[in-house]
T-cell receptor
Framework: EADIYQTPRYLVIGTGKKITLECSQT?????MYWYQQDPGMELHLIHY???????EKGDLSSESTVSRIRTEHFPLTLESARPSHTSQYLC?????????????FGPGTRLTVT | GEDVEQSLFLSVREGDSSVINCTYT??????LYWYKQEPGAGLQLLTY?????DMKQDQRLTVLLNKKDKHLSLRIADTQTGDSAIYFC????????FGTGTRLQVFP
């Protein structure tokens, strides 16, 4: 059983607000990821990190930012939420020492911006 | 390019076998995965197969890999209503690329 947590699970917020989605894992994994999942099911990688102080943008352009100050923590921030940010956000982690990049996922945060 | 394709929907009767198909493009993939996503949840790793294998069986799940055709399949025997979910295949080369997902619906 993977130990990766996301909070909040659900968030409804007004346009223009700043929000931070939290993601934490207790497995000591170096690699962490944020995916955005649209209603059509497809996953889009928006950010990833290979370790502390390492962050990279993913395949899908996103107005969000991330930070990685501690191994276990990888928060995602939206400075000014817009309705187009409404989506499901999934966090994942994997062990750098494994060559397979087997990713473990959190339960997700469903964000609605009104 | 990197494309992992799946059919969008599959509907099966309870007790029948389900076969979910996936095609990928990168012949250098080293691992191929199947993930399951239940409503309102994250993805759960179901099984994986090394690229030098043709088949892997794990209880009700059978994974078949045809490297020549770059085709991966997941067979679920004796499909139950609890198997209703979205299934994602994924290929790994230097990063993990997810497929488009297949929504499996099991009806009584």
């Amino acid at each position: 059983e993977a130990d990766i947590y996301q909070t909040p699970r659900y968030l409804v917020i007004g346009t223009g607000k700043k929000i931070t989605l939290e993601c934490s894992q207790t497995m000591g994994h170096d690699k962490m990821y944020w995916y955005q999942q649209d209603p059509g099911m497809e996953l889009h990688l928006i950010h990833y990190s290979y370790g502390v102080n390492s962050t990279e943008k993913g395949d899908l352009s996103s107005e969000s930012t991330v930070s990685r100050i501690r191994t276990e923590h990888f928060p995602l921030t939206l400075e000014s939420a817009r309705p187009s940010h409404t989506s499901q956000y999934l966090c994942a982690s994997s062990d750098r020492d494994r060559g397979s990049d087997e990713q473990y996922f959190g339960p997700g945060t469903r964000l609605t911006v009104t | 390019g990197e494309d992992v394709e799946q059919s969008l929907f599959l509907s099966v009767r309870e007790g029948d076998s389900s076969v979910i198909n996936c095609t990928y493009t990168d012949s250098s993939s080293t691992y191929l995965y199947w993930y399951k996503q239940e409503p309102g949840a994250g993805l759960q790793l179901l099984t994986y197969i090394f690229s030098n294998m043709d088949m892997k069986q794990d209880q009700r799940l059978t994974v078949l890999l045809n490297k020549k055709d770059k085709h991966l399949s997941l067979r679920i025997a004796d499909t139950q209503t609890g198997d209703s979910a979205i299934y994602f295949c994924a290929e790994y080369t230097d990063k993990l690329i997810f497929g488009t997902g297949t929504r499996l619906q099991v009806f009584p």
